[in-house]
């Protein structure tokens, strides 16, 4: 089976720009979570999605949102980006309530 | 919602030595416990992991232990190798219904040859 895939796989963008980022999850996976990956912050959790509906949010302004399509692949959207945006992204997949598949990430850099 | 403290922040060994993470969390109806490896410029990928219905789970050089009335689990590495080194990550579940981790701070772990 193959692995989760994002992409891009790094971005490189100016302040107030914005930018959408792809997951495909591994094959029926349902469930697609996408965490932002910083040195200070450690894995912060965005948001879950599930059959096409956010299931679950983290702390995040509005500025991040997100959907998944019906055949489960997911993109994220950052609006207005910011400096503090740069940061590695990562989505997962899963069955069940339980192990996370986690893709390679996308690097976003914000200059 | 869940915290989730992991500790050291760093470790370093000889090769050859045990290395040991912990990791405590505060939602008691927590029951599902994932530790990740990430290397550098990798992703994540789960280690080993352990449910709330048993104290120890062993795969090879890798243990992780539960203790619910404390509320910790620990990461055990023996025979610790360089292939070894790279930050790991424990989490535990949110409460209210389906499973999103918290993850801990993450530890670098280095295994000096």
């Known amino acids: 089976k193959a692995g989760v895939t994002q992409t891009p796989r790094y971005l490189i963008k100016t302040r107030g720009q914005q930018v959408t980022l792809s997951c495909s999850p591994i094959s029926g996976h349902r469930s697609v979570s996408w965490y932002q990956q910083t040195p200070g912050q450690g894995l912060q959790f965005l948001f879950e999605?599930?059959?096409?509906?956010?299931?679950n949010k983290g702390n995040f302004p509005g500025r991040f949102s997100g959907r998944q399509f019906s055949n489960s692949r997911s993109e994220m959207n950052v609006s207005t980006l910011e400096l503090g945006d740069s940061a590695l992204y990562l989505c997962a997949s899963r069955i069940a309530n339980d192990e996370q598949f986690f893709g390679p990430g996308t690097r976003l850099t914000v200059l | 919602g869940e915290n989730v403290e992991q500790h050291p922040s760093t470790l370093s060994v000889q090769e050859g030595d045990s290395a040991v993470i912990k990791c405590t969390y505060s939602d008691s109806a927590s029951n599902y416990f994932p530790w990740y490896k990430q290397e550098l410029g990798k992703r994540p990928q789960l280690i080993i992991d352990i449910r709330s219905n048993v104290g120890e789970k062993k795969d090879q050089r890798i243990a992780v232990t539960l203790n619910k009335t404390a509320k910790h689990f620990s990461l055990h590495i023996t025979e610790t190798q360089p292939e070894d080194s790279a930050v790991y990550f424990c989490a535990a579940p949110r409460s209210g219904g389906s499973y999103i981790p918290t993850f801990g701070r993450g530890t670098s772990l280095i295994v000096h040859p």
């Open positions: 999605y599930f059959s096409e509906t956010q299931r």
